[in-house]
């Protein structure tokens, strides 16, 4: 599965969206982009998952450029409840283990 | 949605006995099982990997007579460490992947060996 690149950490003021961005340079064509977060002591939470389309859910917007090299994710108005590790991370969805990376970690202040 | 049920979520046990742990799916049938460990700062490390009913694939490095790891259904996976010790202290985590695709993962055990 190809590698992902995203920044170490981040900080975001309460209220504002937070961009979070990854590079996947190596993805091909079946890999698809998933967005996972971890609260501290907690198991990863599932935020939302593309192929080359944009998509939006309840959590988040992710954006993947037209050549599919990087995406970012979008949290519209972030609170402290969103301060987690962000991973992003690049399958082929075939049953295929995730690997994680290091992740960003967001601080989202007051 | 979909829903893994991991427990315990936090267990204590003495250097040379055994801990397992389980994992559930609970409103699909899990197909495959992943077992992540992690440790304090670091990011999740993928320990094996089983579907159901054949024996588990072990990442380079992880023990597999020390972690026994059985999915005998499509709703249940334990993960046992045999003969624990003060190194295996760690988060365990586990993941569940159905028939349609995605990953869910449980609420992580936290062990604790003294």
Redo the contacts between chains.
């Keep these: 599965d190809a590698k992902t690149t995203q920044p170490t950490s981040m900080d975001c003021a309460e209220g504002r969206a937070a961009n979070l961005p990854c590079n996947h340079s190596t993805i091909s064509g079946n890999e698809y982009v ?1 967005w ?1 977060r ?1 609260i501290h ?6 935020i939302i ?1 593309g192929l080359k389309n944009n998509e939006t859910n309840e959590m988040a917007s992710l954006i993947i450029t037209e050549d599919r090299k990087s995406s970012t994710l979008i949290l519209p108005h972030a609170t402290l409840r969103d301060t987690a590790v962000y ?1 992003c991370i690049v399958v082929n ?3 295929n ?7 960003t970690r967001l601080m989202v202040k007051p | 949605g979909a829903v ?1 049920s ?1 427990h315990p979520s936090r267990v204590i046990c003495k250097s040379g006995t055994s801990v397992k742990i389980e994992c559930r799916s609970l409103d699909f049938q899990a ?2 099982m ?1 077992w ?1 460990r992690q440790f304090p700062k670091q ?4 320990m094996a ?1 089983s ?1 159901e009913g054949s024996k588990a694939t072990y990442e380079q490095g992880v023990e597999k007579d020390k972690f026994l790891i059985n999915h005998a259904s499509l709703t249940l996976s334990t993960l046992t460490v045999t003969s624990a010790h003060p190194e295996d202290s760690s ?1 365990y ?1 586990c ?1 569940a ?1 159905g028939v349609r ?8 055990t ?1 062990l604790t060996v003294v």
């Excluded at chain 1, 002591?41 to 599932?46: D, F, N, T, V």
């Excluded at chain 1, 283990?97 to 992740?103: A, Q, R």
């Excluded at chain 2, 990011?43 to 993928?46: E, F, P």
Aim: charged share 0%; aromatic share 22%; net charge positive.
């Design positions: 998933y996972y971890q002591s907690q198991g990863p939470q599932y998952h991973y969805n075939a049953g283990m995730l690997t994680f990376g290091g992740g | 893994v991991q197909t495959t992943f992540y990011s999740l490390m993928l990997t579907n988060f985590i993941s992947s695709g995605g990953y869910t993962f449980g609420s992580g936290r």
